[in-house]
Each structure stands twice: as C-alpha cells, then as structure tokens.
C-alpha cells in the first residue's frame, strides 16, 4: 500500500498547500489522483469515473458551510469518493446469523485460501462459535494436511477424504457430517487450479450447487495486481460472489486490485489478511483505509 499511501498523502498537502483552487489547480490536483490510482492498478475506467465526480461535485457546491473552505471540501471529496468506493462508511457485518452458516471459500490456487480458512475458522471461535472445516481440494498436494493440521491448531472439526475422488461427493459427505456434529459455521476450501480454468470453475459451480452455500467469499492476493479483477470477474460468471478476503497486503505496495476485485463483482470487502500466521486476520474497514491511505 506503501506508494498508494504516499502518493495520495502528498496530494492531500497538495491540496492544504495551495492558495487558491482554481479550475486550473483542480484539473492538475486530479491529473496526479489519477496517475496515483493507476499505478496501483485500480481499474482505468473506474479512476475516471472517480475524479468526474470529484470534479463535478466540486464544482457544484455553491454555498459551503460555515468555516468549511473549498480546501477543505475537496479533501472530504476525496476521502468520500475513495470510501465509498470500498463500501462506504460501516464495517462489513461479520457476524453469523444463520446457523449452521455455510461458508465457501473460491480463489486461485496461492491466493491463500487454504490459510484463510484456518484463520477465519480461529477468528470465529474465538467468538464462541463451533467451526468446522472441510477440503475438497483434491489437485493441489498438500492442501488435506495443510487444513487438517490448522484445524488441530485452531480446534475446529475437520473433514477431508481424498479416497471419494471428487471435489463434490467431499463436500456433501463433509456437510453432512459437520451438520450432524452441530457445526454452527462450516467454512468449504475449494480447489485453485485445474487442468483448465474452465474445469476448475465447472466444479466450482457444482459444488456450490450441491452445497448451497450462505456465502461465497472470494480470496484475492493483493500482489497479483491487475490480474485480481480478471479472476474476480471469471469466479463471478460462474457463482455468485458474496464477499471478498484480500490477503497479502502486508507484503505489497499496492493495494488497488483490492479496490477493482470488489468493483467487479459488487460484493463486499470483509477481512483483509495482513501476515502468514493465523492471528493475521482484521475485518475490513474503509474508513480506516483510506485514512491510512490519505495519512
Ligand atoms: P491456496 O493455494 O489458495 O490454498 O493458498 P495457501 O493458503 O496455501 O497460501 C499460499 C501462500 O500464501 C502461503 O505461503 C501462505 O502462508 C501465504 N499467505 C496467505 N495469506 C497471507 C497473508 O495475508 N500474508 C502473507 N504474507 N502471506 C499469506
């Protein structure tokens, strides 16, 4: 997040710098917001529908209130724009309403999905919540003792059997065995690769058919830059995307595929994951972004 941070920090002393916001002032203030958004890979038609609206809303405003100069007013735009853009003003509701809650994870293969599900699995049950966590990943090797041992970590129930051979006769049997040991939250980790994309996202879909899940969380690496609104927008052709986990951003200066992901697809940031360990878990909160983001 790094350069995003630094380039909208020394905008906003841009802004707070000049004497007077001139039309001239504005056009060259949202030439460099521009430049700032792009290079952290926020989607190009979306950074211009941004500084549009600044600019136009800008120069709409009449009358300010009291006390508030047009300094002032074009900093507020801008934290505005840039949180709405996220979700708007209120952390994402986290909570688990129905039970048992169906959860399912989809992402590419490294995007962390198989992490994130331990840490959301320890995440919730730390709020007191009985979790269970099955793997139908049955290409990447590794992955069924991956989740088996953060389950033991973490203390949530476990369910896995490679012998039944495909992704979705695992999912049904672990929903019915999580279902029948009260599971109040039952989190499915899908596979990231096939031997095609459209293979992996065929099972995708007939596991979410078989499953009916509450909620379909994507899980996008922030590093991947601009490749993260590609995948987003191909899981969201094939199931409907829910929500989105952003993981990674501990480990780059970009944060704007964060930004188009969950443009794409409409669905909600709900936690980001800031670090390899279990524990490295925070639910989204816009505001707070883009507060760090303006500094
Ligand atoms: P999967 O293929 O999607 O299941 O991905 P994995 O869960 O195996 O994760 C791939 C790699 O990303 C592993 O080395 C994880 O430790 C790492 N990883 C996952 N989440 C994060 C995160 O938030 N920050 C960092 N730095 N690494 C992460």
Do not use: C, W
């Not at 926020?42 to 709409?60: A, Q």
């Not at 200066?253 to 878990?281: M, Y």
């Amino acid at each position: 997040m790094r350069d995003l941070m630094d380039a909208i920090g020394s905008i906003i002393s841009r802004i707070r710098g000049s004497t007077l916001i001139d039309e001239e002032t504005l056009r060259s203030i949202l030439r460099d917001l521009q430049r700032a958004l792009i290079r952290a890979d926020v989607d190009v038609k979306l950074v211009y529908e941004l500084t549009k609206s600044i600019e136009e809303e800008f120069k709409e405003a009449k009358e300010l209130p009291p006390g508030l100069t047009a300094k002032d007013y074009l900093v507020y735009l801008l934290y505005r724009k840039l949180t709405d853009l996220l979700g708007g003003d209120k952390e994402p509701d986290v909570e688990v309403k129905t039970k048992p809650y169906i959860l399912m994870l989809v992402g590419t293969e490294g995007s962390g999905k198989t992490t994130t599900a331990g840490k959301l699995a320890n995440f919730y049950i730390k709020r007191g919540l009985k979790v269970g966590l099955i793997e139908t990943d049955t290409i990447r090797p590794g992955a069924f003792d991956q989740l088996r041992q953060l389950a033991e970590r973490v203390k949530a129930m476990f369910f896995g059997d490679p012998s039944l051979g495909n992704a979705v006769n695992i999912a049904k049997a672990g929903l019915s065995r999580m279902i029948s040991s009260k599971a109040d939250l039952i989190i499915i980790d899908t596979a990231g690769r096939h031997r095609n994309e459209e293979e992996l996202l065929s099972e995708v879909k007939e596991i979410y058919e078989a499953v009916k899940p509450n909620e379909v969380m994507l899980v996008v690496d922030a590093t991947n830059g601009k490749q993260v609104g590609a995948q987003a927008e191909a899981f969201s052709k094939y199931v409907p995307v829910n929500s989105i986990f952003i993981t990674k951003l501990d480990s780059t200066a970009k944060g704007g595929g964060a930004l188009v992901s969950a443009v794409k697809t409409g669905a909600r940031i709900k936690f980001i994951g800031n670090g390899e360990d279990i524990e490295d878990i925070e639910v989204f909160n816009p505001r707070r972004f883009v507060a760090r983001l303006m500094g």
